[in-house]
């Protein structure tokens, strides 16, 4: 690989990577999973697989879609607040229960078809991965002609890498979520972004 193609790549990597790093819905319920310690591998591999699929229609040019279909923004805005709102709604009612199980391998199991719908939703009905990745990524890497492919690759890479880490070493805060208490503070939490992430999708669309 000659100097340009790597520079491509790399640039490609580090884009992705700081676009998708940014603490989100998505980022909360993967870190929730990973800190169960619940279908991990499964949640991971649909995230990744769907910035894939994002970033390659990016690539390809097809962030116009959005403008020969004027409704699609504002079918997927409206729906995204009004999932993350009620998701949010959930994690504050499991922090109320208190400390019913607190060590991760105490939590009673969630059946894998919910996980996989939860990730998907929360996935695909945000609007904003669609900026980062249809929009944003498919502009910069008409920058990188004629090695856009490579741009992507590195953006998928950084994607797969991300997600991996954030699922699989969330295992690591076991010793420290096993104390009273630490789940109520995490589910609080993660209540919190989630409203915070509708309320700034209300703001923008009556902005």
Not at 134 to 160: K, M, R, T
Request: glycine share 10%.
């Amino acid at each position: 690989m000659d100097y340009a193609s790597t520079l491509t790549l790399v640039a490609g990597f580090f884009t992705g990577l700081s676009l998708i790093a940014a603490i989100g819905a998505q980022n909360a319920f993967v870190l929730r999973q990973g800190l169960r310690r619940e279908h991990v591998g499964i949640v991971v591999a649909i995230c990744a697989g769907s910035d894939a699929l994002l970033i390659a229609a990016g690539v390809m040019g097809f962030s116009t879609m959005a403008e020969r279909l004027p409704w699609l923004e504002p079918v997927m805005l409206w729906g995204g607040v009004a999932f993350l709102t009620v998701y949010g709604a959930l994690r504050f009612r499991a922090a109320l229960k208190g400390g019913e199980a607190l060590a991760a391998a105490a939590f009673e199991p969630v059946p894998l078809r919910r996980v996989v719908l939860t990730c998907l939703a929360l996935t695909w009905l945000n609007p904003h991965v669609y900026l980062d990745t249809l929009a944003l990524l498919g502009a910069i890497s008409a920058q990188y002609a004629p090695l856009e492919a490579l741009f992507g690759l590195g953006a998928v890479l950084g994607s797969v890498l991300f997600f991996s880490a954030l699922g699989y070493c969330a295992r690591l805060l076991a010793p420290v979520l096993a104390r009273p208490g630490a789940w109520v503070v995490v589910e609080a939490l993660i209540g919190c972004i989630m409203w915070l992430i509708a309320a700034s999708l209300i703001l923008q669309a009556i902005g």
